[in-house]
């Protein structure tokens, strides 16, 4: 058990991807690491367990990585899918950096899978953990314990003590019972807020009932909360968080991967009425998947249903669930209790609107539409009509929130009245919103969390001891 | 395959790897997993086969216990992997000998040696006798003759008995394609390598999240030991059915150096694996397989050592029974052959040679 009564150089507040890359980083450059994770061993990790690849820059193929990926392209990329809501400083440093990451990684165990054996078709951009995310996440635990790391489980960080921009202690809670430790500097690694329920309802309302969280159920922004009640500068909109479609038979946390569908684009959809209510075939599912929880989300009860026929149930990645079968559409209907009259209206509806003599080709956008409905689908439209038909229910799944704390390229917590935090810094997704402001784009969460991660070890350790 | 309640666990928890594929890098099992929406029974004895037990990708799995879902990929499998062994065994009443598989090959160990240690003593004046290295030494005390018909008798039944098992398999596990050289010589590799018993190259998680190349090297160990002693013995026939140089051979010899080396391989492999069992963590894994392993384990490691040990004293009076011992195990291994955890190697790569059979399919979904 870590010693509480001494004062650690570097105290590590959370227990994932960015956490342990500061620690262990910091532990290398010679201080003494406490690593603080609210979750008990066998859930620690964070939403990192249920990664699966990080996205980085390169000019030329590696081991992992096909073709090249370079500086500008990534950037454009980021910059497409924040609309602008991003520090072009900031993320730049993120994107050259990211290329620079592997020799570390494979240094402190963690290991990847060959290029092109990845199932995404993502073998250029993001290189894949082989095991995913919790056998990263084992890899740098095991490394951390090696260097001498002190790690304590079921321990919640409940306050950072700040006066004057740095932190003078730091409130945990250890199996329940509170505790005060020292830290000459502290990292903030302990993720959003989107397990926090009570939170998100301020934004939400009683709609988050019908949420699911992907992730850990231990990102309560505990730690978010403390900072920005002291004077913290915040950054992202509060009441933001990217949501995708999920199966609704999802638990309610850390359901992880397994749970989203990707059967929308080959799929009618319907709400819990039995009406369409969007373009189903708008553009490929990569782009489209986040879009898809915020709309659900604004349905009646945050609830909708995927159907699809025969033809097209193999084009897609099989849910955890099995999917409702049946013979004919009504009797689909009648197994997911909606109206069998309304919903055999609305997919004879849609099968009519489809143009006829269309080429199908799920490979592309094939332009493939239906005419005179509202909403149309502009792609992949095809009748549904060869059984047996095959459904899922959807809800709202939220990945992460994007409020966090504000940082500069030193990793170093700014305060509302501009200046830096003495001892106070941050990595990962509770810093996340300084270069992804909006949107998502895949593989970049474990990115930032490395190379801010990284920065904050090194530089809370050199602040520490000197 | 019967619907058991095994099955039909194994069938949910390959549809959760379906929709994750995180561990498509360690071994056949994933890639073979994503191949299919549907998994029939036959289909999921055809992955438990294929399993290895490496146990990389219970630590990496997100879903294992605690989380509700419980996932324990190895376990599920091992669970299938040995109700497979009961379903294909040939005669089939045999099956009910794999359900108390570690009590069986014990007891036929003891059985092998009473009975050899009997004949002998009723047969034969040269028990206690120190021959030297007499030419023909060994038959003074068995006659050849009798060693020839019951080794003949009991290993022919026995390898027929496998490849009967064998066909069971292939008819309920087997590929619908054909067998082509390309997809024989990659399984062989497999099956000589052992590339799967070791999570994508890193080796296998044996109690923790670290990476160990133990298993593999330990079966290598026993697995090439094996196959030098059976080179031993097939050189030794050779020698004495063809050339006519009966045994004992110089110490200088093909046979003796085959069977010396590949002796002192299995006890290493063999011990080593025992002693595994003692750290291995035991939740990726099923408690009432390991009596099977252990016996099959102990009675490897008896064959090599008292082989060596005959090897030593086989110039003095302590021959016989050393011989009498030594050929008791052997007897036994060839009994309970076909009905003991030694299927494993003949099913595991049938399955390896159908996943060499499948391998350019494409993967559903998710491209
Ligand atoms: C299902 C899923 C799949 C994803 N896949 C990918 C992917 O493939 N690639 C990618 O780049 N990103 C992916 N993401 C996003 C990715 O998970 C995050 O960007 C990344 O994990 C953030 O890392 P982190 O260390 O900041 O946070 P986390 O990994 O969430 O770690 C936060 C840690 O802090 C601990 N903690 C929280 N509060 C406290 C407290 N008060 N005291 C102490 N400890 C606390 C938590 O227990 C946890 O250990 C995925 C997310 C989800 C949900
Ligand atoms: C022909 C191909 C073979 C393959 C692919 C193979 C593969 C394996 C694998 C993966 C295991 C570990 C998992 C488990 O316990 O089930 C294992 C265990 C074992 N094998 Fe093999 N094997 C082969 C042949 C043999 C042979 C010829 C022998 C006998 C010499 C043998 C004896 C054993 C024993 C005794 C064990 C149990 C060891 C333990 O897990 O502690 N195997 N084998
Ligand atoms: S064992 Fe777990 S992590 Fe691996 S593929 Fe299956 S569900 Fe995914
Ligand atoms: S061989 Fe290893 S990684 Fe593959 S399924 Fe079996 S235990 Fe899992």
Partial sequence: MPDRTKTYDVLVAGGGNAALCAAITARQAGASVLLVESAPRAFRGGNSRHTRNLRAMHDQPNAVLTDAYKEDEYWDDLLRVTGGQTDETLARMTIRASSGLFGWMKDAGVRFQPSLTGTLNLGRTN??????????????????????????????????????????????????????????????????????????????????????????????????KSLLDQGVA???????????????????????????????????????????????????????????????????DQIAYSICDSKAFPLFMPSVFPAYKANTVEELAVKMKLDPAKVRETVKGFNKAVKPGQVFDNL???????????????????????????????????????????????????????????????????MSGNILGKGYLAGFGMTIGTVFGRIAGQEAARRARN | MQE????????????????????????????????????????????????????????????????????????????????????????????????????????????????????????????????????????????????????????????????MGARNFWRDAGPQEKIGPTAVAIALWDVLTLKNLGGGG?????????????????????????????????????????????????????????????????????????????????????????????????LLAMIAVTGLVLLAVRATGAMGLAMAIHLGFILAFFLVLPYSKMVHGVYRSAALLRRAIERNMKPLGGE
């Fill in chain 2, 4 to 163: 058991t309640d095994a099955i039909i666990n194994a069938r949910r928890e390959m549809e959760v790897c379906n929709a994750c594929r995180y561990c498509e890098g360690f071994c056949a099992v994933f890639p073979a997993v994503e191949l299919r929406r549907e998994f029939s029974a036959g289909d999921l004895s055809y992955l438990a086969n294929l399993c290895h037990g490496c146990r990389g990708c219970y630590y990496a799995c997100q879903y294992s216990p605690p989380h509700e879902w419980g996932i324990n990929v190895p376990a599920a499998l091992a669970e299938v992997r040995a109700e497979s062994y009961a379903e294909y065994a040939w005669p089939k009443p045999m099956a009910v000998v794999f359900e108390r598989n570690g009590t069986v090959v014990s007891l036929m160990a003891a059985f092998g040696i009473a009975l050899v240690l009997l004949l002998c003593s009723l047969g034969s004046s040269n028990f206690w006798v120190a021959h030297g290295n007499t030419p023909e030494s060994f038959y003074k005390v068995i006659p050849l003759w009798a060693m020839q018909i019951v080794g003949t008798a009991t290993f022919g039944f026995s390898l027929f008995a496998l490849a």
């Fill in chain 1, 364 to 430: 592309k956008l094939d332009g493939n539409a239906t005419s005179g409905l509202t909403p149309e689908k502009t792609n992949w439209a095809r009748a549904v009509d060869k059984a047996p038909f095959y459904g899922y229910p959807l809800r709202p799944g939220i990945t992460f929130t994007y409020l966090g704390v504000r940082v500069n390229e030193k990793a170093q917590v700014i305060m509302d009245n501009g200046q830096t935090s003495g001892n106070l810094f941050a990595s990962g997704e509770i």
């Fill in chain 2, 202 to 298: 890193n080796g296998c998680n044996d109690n923790s999240e670290a990476f160990s190349m133990r298993r593999r090297y330990l079966h290598h160990a026993m697995f090439y030991g094996f196959m030098l002693c059976f080179a031993a013995t097939t050189t030794g026939f050779i020698y004495h059915s063809f050339l006519g140089w009966p045994a004992p051979y110089p110490f200088i010899s093909a046979p003796v150096i085959l069977g010396t080396v590949g002796g002192i391989l299995m006890v290493i492999g063999t011990i080593g694996l025992m002693a595994m069992k003692f750290v291995d963590d035991p939740i990726p894994n099923v408690r009432r397989l390991l009596g099977g392993d252990v016996a099959l384990l102990m």
């Fill in chain 1, 127 to 224: 290189a894949f953990f082989l095991g995913g995310g919790k056998a990263l996440v084992n890899a740098y635990y095991l490394t951390a314990e090696k260097l001498g790391v002190e790690i304590m489980y079921d321990t919640e960080v409940t306050d950072l003590n700040m006066e004057d921009g740095s932190v003078r202690s730091v409130d945990i809670r250890y199996k329940g019972f509170p505790e005060t430790v020292h830290a000459r500097c502290v990292v903030a690694s302990s993720g959003g807020f989107q397990a926090n329920l009570d939170w998100m309802r301020q934004y939400w309302g009683d709609a988050v009932d019908n949420f699911v969280i992907r992730g850990t159920p231990y990102n309560k922004g505990r730690v978010l």
């Fill in chain 1, 234 to 300: 915040s950054i992202g909109d509060p009441t933001q968080c990217h949501a995708v479609a999920l199966d609704a038979r999802a638990p309610k946390f850390d359901g992880g991967i397994t749970t989203r569908l990707d059967s929308v684009p080959y799929s009618v959809v319907v709400n819990k009425h039995g009406d369409r209510f969007y373009d189903e075939g708008e553009d490929v599912w990569p782009k489209r998947y986040a879009i898809w929880g915020r709309l659900i989300a604004q349905q009646p």
